[in-house]
């Protein structure tokens, strides 16, 4: 009886610590996801306004058409939805653009990237989730948007994002590293992940994927964050994309950079695939990795792990016949910016393009899209001409010629007209000169090449800043001094000759004065000599960098780099015009008086409007496509206003 008892006792007390041991399994693998998520949440609160979007009241501005320079596409609710720097486009099922929301009048002023459909833990159906530069997140319901906006302005830079099955999301940034929402609550990832440059994310909670701008790539897991980079077999530091692909056999990570693919396996480098490729969009499908390239390309790499499969399977090229077509037209190549497969059907964006693959592997244009007014959006000079035709200048894509009458634009790039900094219509020679950063091209009325000047034709300098009209000929900003140009010849001057620096982004004519706004100051000159030299030393001026000079009245508007507009009295007394207008970069150039109003680009904060006399200003932000404001022009009652994220003009009494 006893031994039946103690039996009973023994098998009692084992069940016991069966039970015991599998509470303690469970009680373990619930405390590790807790702690997963409290280590996720333990990062540092930030400061996040999230509310619905209404679209301000736009005061009249009207775009200009520009390439839409897509970079994301993503499927929702039975459309297609590509976003750019210029807006979100929505597309029917067959390719035909329905609705464009334009950024500044539609959404908040910020280019758009990125893209994803998810319903996060304060939404009660899936949205449409797009990255912004500047604005935070954007979510839409096919009915209204809201924002997620961080107070903080670099955290508003969004450069990816990646939602998660919890209902979080995780947003990487240019400077303030890894971020998540949950909620309503925006807090820091890490510290581990503090202040690095996110370009890629990929992953989940329990095993995440970081690309970095210069790092390579980081592995969180477990509360762990491991690097791999060059000295791991990373092919380069630079990540670009990471796609991933799930099997039986457990995860294929392919990180792609600008030399290459790296297939990652159980945290280790694998092998390398695409070798010296600029992979720029992955897309990892059982058997094949697509890799799309930065010369705009799609190349299929045979991803099985047997023996040969580090080489490319085919090459597949994208649209080659619209890629030449780009190549002769617009100079350059499109990147790939995306890879996608929405059901069975692969799809690739470009800038301008959503390729769809078709059974043979050719790469097929299927957007149904028009022309544009412009070749490009980022525009750095503009001039309307006498007889009303438009000449637009870009940072990197030569110039437009805009018909007064309307109809196409002629373009001008060539391996002198590529960069145009200032563009000045010369009467009295009926002709048009353009300072380019390879020297000063002439152009006729009709927007012919006739002649570019360089320093073997007499300029200091290849690079022209700027240029104006200066005692029956013309005068040469450059950054190692100021060139004339009369029927004399081209002579010269520069520091050893008193001008207060060498490097001028700026000129200001009236009558025989001549200003030179310089990276150290104002140098007054008469008769081509040097008169007198205005610095942050000797005037009131609070910055030395000089962007731009216009007469007014009987005195000079300055813009500065990082000091605003300040108005120069006739004996060189400095004035600051406003506290608006102080602390703020005036662009080169970007600075204009018609008698009625002045205007003032700024970077990144908008337009600014002063009066007459430059002495009361205001800020325009709504119905800008971007904040940074690059070139400006008048005429007839019209104002124009370039910025690096296209074109828009308004009737001046709007302003």
């Known amino acids: 009886m006893k031994l039946r008892q103690r039996a009973a006792a023994v098998l009692g007390i084992a069940t016991v610590l069966l039970c015991l041991v599998g509470a303690g399994a469970i009680w373990k693998a619930e405390h590790a996801l807790r702690g997963s998520e409290r280590t996720i949440a333990s990062g540092e609160n930030l400061e996040v306004s999230v509310g619905t979007l209404s679209a301000a009241s736009n005061p009249g501005f009207e775009a200009f058409s520009t390439p839409s320079g897509f970079r994301g596409a993503q499927a929702f609710e039975g459309k297609l939805y590509l976003s750019g720097p210029g807006g979100l486009f929505v597309y029917t099922s067959n390719g035909v653009l329905g609705r464009v929301y334009r950024v500044g009048q539609d959404l908040p002023t910020a280019p758009l990237g990125q893209m994803a459909v998810a319903t996060l833990s304060d939404s009660h159906s899936p949205e449409l989730l797009i990255a912004t530069g500047g604005e935070g997140v954007l979510a839409f319901d096919c009915k209204q948007f809201r924002q997620i906006r961080p107070a903080d302005a670099e955290s508003r830079r969004v450069t990816a994002i990646l939602p998660l099955p919890s209902g979080r999301l995780l947003i990487g940034t240019a400077k303030r590293g890894l971020l998540v929402y949950d909620g309503g609550v925006l807090r820091r990832f890490h510290t581990t992940t503090n202040d690095i440059f996110v370009s890629a994310l990929a992953g989940n909670e329990a095993e995440l994927w970081i690309g970095t701008l210069n790092s390579g790539v980081l592995h969180w897991r477990g509360g762990q964050l491991d690097a791999i980079d060059e000295s791991q077999g990373l092919p380069d530091v630079r990540v670009e994309s990471i796609a991933i692909h799930s099997t039986d056999q457990g995860d294929a990570v392919y990180v792609g950079t600008p030399a290459g693919v790296a297939e990652i396996r159980d945290g280790k480098v694998a092998r390398s695939l695409a070798r010296g490729r600029y992979a720029r969009a992955l897309l990892a499908l059982p058997g094949e990795l697509l890799v799309g390239q930065m010369e705009g390309t799609v190349l299929s790499v045979n991803s099985e792990p047997a023996s040969g499969g580090n ?141 570019v000047l360089t320093k073997e034709s007499g300029l200091i300098a290849n690079h022209v800043t700027d240029v104006e009209l200066y005692r029956g000929g013309m005068v040469a900003g450059t950054p190692a001094g100021i060139t004339f140009l009369d029927s004399s010849g081209a002579h010269s001057i520069y520091a050893f000759q008193g001008l207060v620096n060498n490097h001028v982004y700026a000129l200001g004519v009236r009558d025989g004065e001549l200003l030179a706004g310089t990276l150290g100051g104002i140098s007054l000159l008469k008769d081509g000599a040097v008169e007198r030299n205005l610095t942050t030393a000797n005037s009131g001026l609070k910055a030395n960098w000089i962007t731009a000079l216009i007469p007014a009245g009987d005195g000079w508007l300055v813009g500065t780099y990082g000091a605003g507009v300040w108005r120069m009295d006739a004996d060189g007394t400095m004035h600051d015009m406003g506290a608006e207008s102080s602390t703020t970069v005036i662009n080169p150039g970007a600075l204009l008086s018609d008698g009625r109003l002045v205007l003032a680009g700024t970077l990144g904060r908008g337009l600014l409007i002063g009066d007459a006399t430059g002495t009361r200003w205001r800020t325009v932000t709504v119905g800008l496509p971007s904040l940074n404001v690059t070139a400006l022009a008048v005429r007839q009652g019209t104002v124009y206003v370039g910025t690096d994220n296209g074109l828009v003009k308004i009737a001046e009494e709007k302003l």
């Open 311 to 451: 080489l490319p399977r085919r090459p597949i090229a994208a649209h080659l016949e619209r890629i030449a077509q780009l190549r002769q037209s617009a100079g350059t190549d499109a990147p790939i910016q995306q890879l996608l497969q929405i059901g069975t059907t692969r799809y690739a964006v470009s800038r301008d393009q959503l390729l769809r693959q078709e059974p043979d592997g050719a790469w097929q244009d299927v957007l149904a899209g028009g022309g544009t007014q412009l070749t490009d959006g980022n525009v750095s000079s503009l001039m309307v001409a006498s007889d009303g035709r438009l000449w637009v200048g870009y940072f990197d894509r030569g110039l437009d010629v805009l018909p007064a009458t309307g109809g196409p634009a002629l373009h001008v790039e060539n391996d002198q007209v590529f960069c145009v900094n200032r563009i000045l219509e010369n009467g009295p020679q009926n002709a048009v000169a353009v300072a380019t950063a390879n020297g000063l091209a002439l152009f006729d009325r009709d927007g012919r090449q006739k002649q």
